[in-house]
């Protein structure tokens, strides 16, 4: 019988999660297909009851579920219990299973561009829902310093408190941040700031950047946000937030499938669908 998948989220009509995964179940020949939902916050748990009911084998949750659904699984994996969001659900024998691949999706992405994050200093700016499953993530990988700088200070000093493993960290205005910003070696910015159609907009002034320095930035719309075309002209590293948004995926269909799916054929899919629209996310 043919399986289902799916993404639900609200608004969720232009995922490219659907493109990319019915791809790579007609690539490898699975009897599937992934359909997305639009599901309504109060609706949430009918849907999920009925998505076991009907025995899907797996799905994406994305905004606004990702923490709501938690309560709503019959388990759920470590790490996306500490990060406090799930974006893949999997179906193991009837249970469904949370798990979170937005950080790991991150840190595999990133390893294209640095070998590994040991003993590095590493910059977040931003302290919301993205940016707590990176650092959590990154903090089980032995770096040197991971600090924090958001509009909100306070909300960066409660992540800090929230993190599960030993990290040197400190809580940064992006003022701060941005006077110290050469002291970092990687720098991740993963607020909305500089996200289509606000492309003119910037979260931190990068005066200061080290020049052997990689940033990233998680926004894959536009491609090229006004930081990273910055931290170019500066001789800068940089890194745009499609190969988190792959990798997240790629993982999810692992788990799925057990399939190690190709990475580049999805990045080329993904590139592709972007040349044709302007509003995208997950
Ligand atoms: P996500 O789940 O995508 O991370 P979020 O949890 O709403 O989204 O977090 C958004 C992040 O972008 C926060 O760090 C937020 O800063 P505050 O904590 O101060 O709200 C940051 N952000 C959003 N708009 C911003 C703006 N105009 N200037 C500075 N920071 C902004």
Not at 41 to 61: M, P, R
Not at 164 to 179: C, F, G, K
Request: proline share 4%; net charge neutral; charged share 20%.
């Amino acid at each position: 019988m043919k399986k289902l998948f799916a993404v639900l989220g609200d608004p969720i009509g232009h995922s490219m999660s659907p493109i990319m995964h019915n791809d790579l179940f007609s690539y490898y020949e699975i009897d599937a297909a992934y359909h997305p939902f639009q599901v309504k916050n109060e609706d949430l748990k009918t849907a999920i009851q009925g998505l076991k009911t009907i025995g899907i084998s797996g799905f994406n949750v994305t905004v606004p579920h990702k923490s709501s659904i938690i309560p709503l699984l019959d388990d759920v994996d470590n790490l996306a219990k500490q990060i406090g969001a799930v974006n893949t659900v999997v179906n193991e024998d009837g249970k469904l299973v949370g798990y979170n691949t937005d950080g790991l999706g991150f840190l595999r992405g990133l390893t294209a561009y640095i070998p590994s994050i040991v003993d590095r200093k590493v910059l977040i700016i931003g302290a919301g829902g993205a940016a707590r499953a990176i650092y959590f993530t990154l903090a089980y990988n032995k770096p040197r310093v991971i600090d924090l700088a958001n509009r909100t200070v306070g909300k960066a000093e409660e992540l800090i408190k929230a993190c599960p493993v030993m990290v040197e960290s400190r809580a940064l205005s992006l003022e701060d941040a941005s006077n110290h910003l050469k002291d970092y070696d990687v720098i991740i910015q993963t607020t909305t700031i500089g996200m289509s159609p606000n492309s003119s907009e910037q979260p931190i002034v990068i005066a200061n950047l080290n020049h052997q320095a990689l940033v990233c930035d998680i926004i894959y719309n536009p491609l090229e946000t006004k930081l990273l075309k910055e931290a170019k002209q500066k001789g800068a590293s940089t890194q745009n937030g499609l190969d988190m948004f792959i990798y997240q995926g790629a993982l999810a269909f692992e788990k799925w499938t057990g399939i190690s799916p190709d990475v580049q054929r999805m990045k080329e899919n993904v590139l592709k669908q972007l040349g044709g629209t302007q509003n995208v996310n997950r």
